[in-house]
Nanobody
């Protein structure tokens, strides 16, 4: 089974950018979909974006459309989340997760493999 490790969080001012990375270990992301989720203090975890490794199909939550971009690097077996025009409301712990899905638009649920999370803080 695949294991995932996030990195790239930090503190940024509103309007700034960050790039999160999700690396696979123990297996490759082949035949997987990889998703990003976030959980803000006092709120439930929510879907952010996802990508299907084989055909690069993507899906985004409405609050991040046009600001965030999910992509993959086959040579590094890594998925990225480029976050631009960050807002204080984007402050959360961001989690990467994987699920078996060989093709098609990635689903937003049913991810069994989770990382430890990385903190993103956007100051106003």
């Amino acid at each position: 089974q695949v294991q995932v490790v996030e990195s790239g969080g930090g503190l940024v001012q509103a309007g700034g950018s960050l790039r999160l990375s999700c690396a696979a270990s123990g297996a490759t992301f082949s035949n997987y979909a990889v998703g990003w989720f976030r959980q803000a203090p006092g709120k439930e975890r929510e879907f952010v974006a996802a990508i299907t490794w084989s055909d690069s199909s993507t899906d985004y939550a409405d609050p991040v459309k046009g600001r965030f971009t999910i992509s993959r690097d086959v040579t590094k077996n890594t998925v990225y989340l480029q976050m631009n025009s960050l807002e204080p409301e984007d402050t959360a712990v961001y989690y990467c997760a994987g699920r078996w899905q060989p093709f098609g638009v990635p689903r937003r649920f049913g991810f069994p493999y989770w990382g430890q999370g990385t903190q993103v803080t956007v100051s106003s």
